[in-house]
């Protein structure tokens, strides 16, 4: 499942690509996609509209619609979580890439953006802006925002008696972190992933924090992971893969210590792999 560096990318990508553009109507193709919305009345709602931005909060990516300048009328809220993509085509896109399409948005410079997805477990919703800052505010913090310290992290997760590494893909404590980047952060600052999220000091909570961060800021710069069914707003694979220490190498040897990663799902039902020599 994407997480936020993905996301981010995904987001980014589409506000240089459909920022500004008009929408003059859409088509569903799989009505189980969409959420709060009936299938009938998504063209109709964001006809007219124009995209102020994209963005991304947690693992979503958030289309900001307004029909005139000053106000965003609604929100176009997309989880796209296993398989879900969205893609913007101009004409030239992979005709593999436009099957399992599941909701088109046409633009009217003759663009389309698409909304594809495998598996249909993602969903695409349409909310008020009243609507979606109730739905945003159960979310947890964001981890690359300035209220994310390491103080504010030990306040979310200080008390609780859960391994960290499950308790940092919590997304109702902490936003956008899940199996890759909770695993990634765990190595990087040393510590072990089944250790209960009460048991780390302050000093530990400094260096997860730090680590968590630039773990995120890395990966939005390399694009984000590539992994499954990922793809950006063009179609391409993330370049982060190839920076990652821990996930995915179980059997290989601690880029820090030399002896050998272990691959676990004991302590969340996930794989996590760590280092049982240096992470402590
Ligand atoms: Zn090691």
């Known amino acids: 499942m994407p997480e936020l560096p993905e996301t981010e990318t995904i987001a980014r990508d589409l506000e240089a690509l459909i920022g500004g553009a008009q929408i003059v109507g859409a ?61 913007v085509d101009d004409g030239t896109l992979d005709a593999e890439l436009r099957e399992y399409l599941c909701v088109t948005l046409r633009l009217a410079d003759g663009r389309a953006l698409h909304y594809r997805d495998v598996r249909r477990l993602g969903t695409v919703a349409l909310m008020t802006p009243a609507r979606f800052a109730e739905y945003a505010g159960a979310l947890g913090l964001e981890p690359l925002d300035a209220t994310s ?22 997304q109702a404590l902490l936003a956008g972190v899940g199996n890759i980047y909770a695993t990634e952060a765990c190595w990087v600052a040393g510590i072990d992933p089944s250790r209960a999220a009460n048991s780390l000091t302050p000093h530990e909570w400094t260096v997860l924090h730090t680590a968590l961060v630039r773990l995120l800021r890395d990966s939005i710069a390399a694009r984000g992971t ?51 020599w240096c992470q402590r």
């Open 149 to 170: 310290t390491p103080e504010a992290l030990r306040a979310v997760f200080g008390s609780s008696v859960r391994p960290i590494k499950a308790a940092l893909m919590d």
């Open 27 to 87: 088509r569903v193709m799989r009505p189980d996609v969409l959420r709060e919305i009936e299938p009938e009345r998504l063209g109709a709602s964001i006809a007219g509209t124009r995209v102020r931005c994209v963005w991304r909060r947690a693992k979503l990516i958030v289309l900001d619609l307004a029909r005139d300048e000053e106000r965003v009328s609604t929100h176009l809220v997309v989880q796209p979580r296993f398989t879900g993509a969205l893609l």
């Open 226 to 276: 590539s992994f499954r069914d990922y793809r950006d707003a063009t179609g391409a694979r993330g370049g982060f893969v190839s920076q990652l220490r821990a996930y995915g190498r179980a059997g290989l040897p601690c880029a820090r210590c030399g002896r050998r990663l272990v691959g676990t799902d004991a302590i969340d039902g996930r794989m996590t792999v760590f280092c049982p």
